[in-house]
């Protein structure tokens, strides 16, 4: 059993978290670490011999197509994870339709491939947008894996199913980001803070639940910036953005070698068959 490993490409300032103390235009002047940090992510993978699929911001790509260009040369999937980071649920329909044709055309531009996949910033479709999808269908995506089926304070669709699905017969794949359900609830166990609060064996052990019982591929996300505790330190932020941003920085490089040695890994592309 095959699970698909993915990697959201964006600077530590661009997160949801910091929107309120990292204003769009102090971005410009920023330090930026994302070059370097998915370098190591690059090189953690060939190491290990892995293939993944690679959501990246329009902006990081304006900025950085080198690394672009090495995510394609080095065989992973080349996917859309919108232009800014701007959420779904703050666009209207013809503001997100622009978002992600925009992005789709820079990535296809620098990486000479199609670019088939959309993940949407911070899980940010749900019951309440689901015309995006029809959106990403309509402008050449072949599948959006961009909703949580979880309840949480900032995303989440508790009442989505949990593995693959299509909203009608004709519509967009979505392919959810993986949960175990434990006791009638939804726990996650596709990455994110969780995958740095848990001991690594709980989380382990939930992803192999899902591939026994379950008997379905997951997905595992994760940042560049979660791989860099040398990081700057964003201060004026709200503290319970601080800890979930900064928790156990330092294990993370470590916690990832042991999930690429306990699971089998691939592409998005490759493990749906999208
Ligand atoms: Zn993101």
Redesign the pocket.
Known sequence: MRNALTV?V?EYF???AFERTIPRDAWEVAESRVEFNTGRVLDLFAAHGNKATF?V?GWIAERHAALVKRIVADGHELAS?GYD?TRVHQFTAEQFRADVVKTKAILEDIGGVAVRGY?A??YSINGKNLWALDVLQETGHVYSSSIYPIRHDLYGMPEAPRFPFRIRPDAILEIPVTTVRLGGRNYPCGGGGYFRLLPYAAFRRMLARVNEQDRQSGLFYF?PWEVDPGQPRVKDAPLKSRFRHYLNLNSMHGRLERLLRDFEWGRMDEVFGA
């Open positions: 959201d964006e661009q997160v949801a959501f911001l994870h980071h993940r910033p911070s940042h």
